[in-house]
């Protein structure tokens, strides 16, 4: 019973690498989501998906880009690291299209620094 | 600004009593607000719900109270047990599609003494 698949778990980066995090859900759910938490912060969206080819901006979406490869896979691709990207990526998927009563399905997170 | 807040980081209580976790928006547009819990090295677990028309949502030991006009809301957890120890999150949302937004607050870390 997977649900939410992160990889990597952990990262450690050099400022200026690239760097592409992965998420898979099999529960054939139609959105996915990437957030940040930063220590002692919440979650902040970065990026979602409502459904394959689509993709939407969400509250801290500078300096990543996202890929909807198919419904089960959403990416998160950091182009060119910089130190205050340091920090735990989540990603997550709900059933249906992206709405305020749906609750999310999280995967266990990325744990990633950047030195 | 900070829309959502859990102005308490951390409670702890004992086996069996209350426990009472806060929360408050400025933002009158949320329309529905969630709770999830969180342990150490694993994602947010969604708990309970609760819509903006309502003020009470019940789901075994768990219930959330709104107060609209004081734009607060509690999550109560009745019997608590030692595996209720989290951090417990507040979220609160409104539109869907691409005018989706959802802000989290900061976490309550929750401890329940055997």
């Known amino acids: 019973n997977a649900g939410v698949t992160q990889t990597p778990k952990f990262q450690v980066l050099k400022t200026g690498q690239s760097m592409t995090l992965q998420c898979a859900q099999d529960?054939?759910?139609?959105?996915m989501y990437w957030y940040r938490q930063d220590p002692g912060m919440g979650l902040r969206l970065i990026y979602y998906s409502a459904s394959e080819g689509t993709t939407d901006k969400g509250e801290v979406p500078n300096g990543y880009n996202v890929s909807r490869l198919n419904k089960r896979e959403f990416s998160l691709r950091l182009e060119s690291a910089a130190p205050s990207q340091t920090s735990v990526y989540f990603c997550?998927?709900?059933?249906?299209?992206?709405?305020?009563?749906?609750?999310?399905?999280f995967g266990d997170g990325t744990r990633l620094s950047i030195l | 600004d900070q829309q959502v807040k859990q102005n308490s980081p951390s409670l702890s209580v004992q086996e069996g009593r209350i426990s009472i976790l806060n929360c408050d928006y400025t933002n009158s547009m949320f329309d529905y607000f969630l709770w999830y819990k969180k342990y150490p090295a694993e994602g947010p677990t969604f708990l309970i719900s609760?819509?903006?028309?309502?003020d009470k949502n019940e789901d075994g030991r768990f219930t959330v109270f709104l107060n609209k006009s004081a734009k607060h809301l509690s999550l109560h957890i009745v019997p608590s047990q030692p595996g209720d120890s989290a951090v417990y999150f507040c979220?609160?949302?409104?539109?869907?599609?691409?005018?989706?937004?959802?802000?989290f607050g900061k976490g309550t870390l929750l401890t329940v003494n055997p």
């Open positions: 609760i819509s903006s028309i309502k």
């Open positions: 997550a998927s709900s059933e249906t299209a992206p709405y305020s009563n749906q609750p999310q399905h």
């Open positions: 979220a609160a949302s409104y539109g869907g599609g691409s005018n989706y937004k959802l802000t």
């Open positions: 529960m054939n759910h139609n959105s």
